[in-house]
């Protein structure tokens, strides 16, 4: 299928602005992972979202987020905002307040909030070894991320050979396009914040519209991975996300 008839973004009309195109939240990197915080920025700048907020909650990872991405908005708070999606975990950031509304990409640390109520859509991207430390350890990829989405009621996207996109109804995808390439530090934080980015800017309201963008999203993380692959060797995260441009043209 060709970009033309599946694209990434959504149709962007002429008297669109930054916060029509979506928002994103993005609460990441800690004093110990620092690097997180930019990689999964990184991803949400490239997302389609056009404004992204930046949880400001130690000064070195705010210090990286706003050297590489000045356009990012600092915020001190989760409460309050007008967020049409969130992303949460990568690096093992303090979360000390729950969003109440928005879009949740929970990823890292931030997976074991999968069960807090919550009344939007709710996803959770983790590897195997995640997955396993949630309860549920992976024998079958297929059976695994559908009992999952049906017992904690969330969209699962299952890294690894062969991503898995399940739903809580059920539906099940497998997105094969990530390579090797991508098993290495950093290339989940990035998908993390490409994710949240991409369901800020398409606006599913049903966890079927919003596993399409899952899908999209993943697709797009793993063709960026090609074609780092092709420049550089071995591959690290950084030349993963200086590549996602490269899948938009």
Known sequence: MSKAEDPYFPEVPLDAYK????????VAGSVHFPGAAVLCVGGARRGGAGYVKYLAQHDFPTHLVLQNFPDVVPITDVAGQDVDAWVLGSGSPDIT?????GILVLDGSAMTLSNSAHEGITIVTPHEGEAAKLGYPVTDRKITA???ASELNV???L??????????SGLVEVEKTGGREL???G???ILAGLMASMMAAWKPTTF????????????AHGTAGKIAATKSFPVVATDVLAALPKVFL
């Open 187 to 189: 290339t989940g934080d």
């Open 159 to 168: 890294k690894g050979p062969g991503t898995v996109i399940a739903t809580p």
């Open 97 to 101: 307040h729950f969003p109440s509304g």
């Open 19 to 26: 916060y029509s195109k979506g928002v994103v939240g993005v």
């Open 146 to 148: 559908l009992k999952m």
């Open 208 to 219: 079927e519209e919003a596993a399409k963008v899952a899908v999209r999203a993943v697709k």
């Open 155 to 157: 969209l699962v996207v």
């Open 183 to 185: 098993a290495t530090a």
